[in-house]
């Protein structure tokens, strides 16, 4: 167990539709990351968040949007939803902004759009 | 910039042979480097890291990595493997030169299949 939570564990639902999904890292750790992973992109890097800025953003689209709260747990908005959104999507926490810092990886949320 | 390839997609061993994942990297400053391992229908887990020192680095479960600076190269090695080991492997660097990345870049991924 990593120590970093993610709810919920599967989610369902239909084209053009908006989700939440939520993350909270580990205790201590103030550095949350967001991740898309699918079988043709690999691990793909979205938005990071340190001590509730945002810090750097990689391929995220304009319809995915994050937020991190002062308790450090973060969320994802995914809207307008399209098939291709279906993938895993992964939270990680890290103590530090940079350098040598390991991430820890929740357990993912599996979004399935139909 | 910053960047990882792992050339294989799929490595193959037996059970009680030793294992290699291969990894090369292209950073500007001194790399961060780490790997990682996702069982089926989990996250990725962190294995080990080199960051400076010691070229060998030991990390979680028997494996270990060799920091190769001439040849930009961090393979994940184990001396025997196990059945239990089959999973897929992630390679990933960050550039710890100034103004590099806080985020680090990920390989493809390489499916390790331990045969019994």
């Known amino acids: 167990d990593s120590g970093v939570t993610q709810t919920p564990k599967h989610l369902i639902t239909a084209t053009g539709q908006r989700v939440t999904l939520r993350c909270s890292p580990r205790s201590g750790d103030l550095s949350v990351y967001w991740y898309q992973q699918s079988l043709d992109q690999g691990l793909q890097f979205l938005i990071q968040?340190?001590?509730?800025?945002?810090?750097a953003k990689g391929n995220i689209l304009e319809r995915f949007s994050a937020q991190q709260f002062p308790d450090l747990h973060s969320e994802l908005n995914l809207s307008s939803l399209e098939l291709g959104d279906s993938a895993l999507y992964f939270c990680?926490?890290?103590?530090?902004?940079?350098?040598?810092?390991?991430?820890?990886f929740g357990p993912g949320t599996r979004l399935t759009v139909t | 910039a910053q960047s990882v390839a792992q050339p294989e997609d799929q490595v193959n061993v037996a059970e009680g042979n030793p294992l290699t994942v291969k990894c090369t990297y292209s950073?500007?400053?001194?790399?961060?480097l780490f790997w990682y391992v996702q069982y089926p229908n989990r996250g990725l887990q962190f294995l080990l890291k080199y960051i400076t020192g010691d070229n060998l680095v030991k990390g979680s479960y028997g494996f270990e990595a060799e920091f190769n600076k001439s040849q930009t190269s961090f393979h994940l090695k184990k001396p025997s493997a196990l059945v239990s080991d089959s999973a897929l492997y992630f390679c990933?660097?960050?550039?710890?030169?100034?103004?590099?990345?806080?985020?680090?870049?990920f390989g493809r991924g390489t499916s390790l299949i331990v045969h019994p």
């Open positions: 990680a926490s890290s103590v530090g902004l940079a350098g040598g810092s390991e991430q820890y």
């Open positions: 990933a660097v960050r550039d710890g030169a100034s103004g590099g990345s806080y985020i680090p870049t």
């Open positions: 968040y340190y001590n509730g800025e945002e810090r």
């Open positions: 950073v500007s400053g001194n790399p961060y």
